[in-house]
């Protein structure tokens, strides 16, 4: 069974900082990784999404990588803003059972500090 | 394109009641899933829909639970004799494939009394 886990669970930033979030999974056949953000009490924003042959990918103040091998990826933010305050989820979608649904880790809960 | 959508936002039932939610997906879209998401967890898979047809179902979705998309549109998802272990979060996304970005809309909070 596919375990996605996320570390670490909350995390403290003062503005400006740049940072790193974790996000590992236990069966490296997947077709994609994608990050998520999510507000409280609402639904999901898609951030980006890599497929099994990309190795990373960029959007802003944002890079998520990926390392199928080691069932890893990591995203990056750059410059961290209060705005940026939320929980990022990252999700994986395996090939097993047809690839029809996305695995998601439990989140890390950011906050950043003016 | 107006993303997706869901109705309503909130929704508080006695134990026991059937509850109705809705789901529009980005118009385009032909794949819609429902997902259901409890406090400090991620979301959890439930079923998917291809077009009008419902593809897959988690073990998740009990005998009480029922989803449609009648013409491959719009989508329902039905709780019957709601339990207060339904109380959670149900999220609707849509995607034009498989291996596209998943949309989600803001999702329905049910709270079962």
């Known amino acids: 069974k596919q375990e996605v886990t996320q570390i670490p669970a909350a995390l403290s930033v003062p503005e400006g900082e740049n940072l790193v979030l974790n996000c590992s999974f236990t069966?490296?056949?997947?077709?994609?990784l994608q990050w998520f953000r999510q507000d409280p009490g609402k639904g999901l924003t898609s951030l980006l999404l890599?497929?099994?042959?990309?190795r990373e990918q960029t959007s802003g103040r944002l890079n998520a990588s990926l390392d199928k091998s080691s069932g890893r990826s990591t995203l990056y933010i750059a410059a961290s803003q209060p705005g940026d305050s939320a929980t990022y989820l990252c999700?994986?979608?395996?090939?097993?059972?047809?690839?029809?649904?996305?695995?998601f880790g439990t989140g890390t809960q950011l906050k950043v500090e003016l | 394109d107006t993303g997706v959508s869901q109705n309503p936002r909130h929704k508080i039932t006695k134990r026991g009641q059937n509850v109705t939610f809705r789901c529009d997906p980005i118009?385009?879209?032909?794949?819609l899933y429902w997902y259901r998401q409890t406090l400090g967890q991620g979301p959890e898979f439930l079923t998917y829909?291809?077009?009008?047809?419902?593809?897959?179902k988690s073990r998740l979705l009990s005998d009480r639970f029922s989803a449609e998309r009648p013409k491959g549109s719009f989508s329902t998802l039905e709780i019957q004799r709601t339990e207060q272990g339904d109380s959670a979060m149900y999220l609707c996304?849509?995607?034009?494939?498989?291996?596209?970005?998943?949309?989600f809309g803001s999702g329905t909070q049910l709270s079962v009394l």
């Open positions: 069966d490296s056949a997947i077709y994609n």
């Open positions: 999700a994986v979608r395996l090939i097993t059972g047809g690839g029809n649904k996305l695995t």
């Open positions: 829909f291809q077009n009008e047809a419902q593809l897959e």
């Open positions: 118009s385009e879209h032909n794949r």
């Open positions: 890599i497929q099994s042959s990309q």
């Open positions: 996304a849509s995607s034009l494939g498989g291996a596209e970005k998943l949309f």
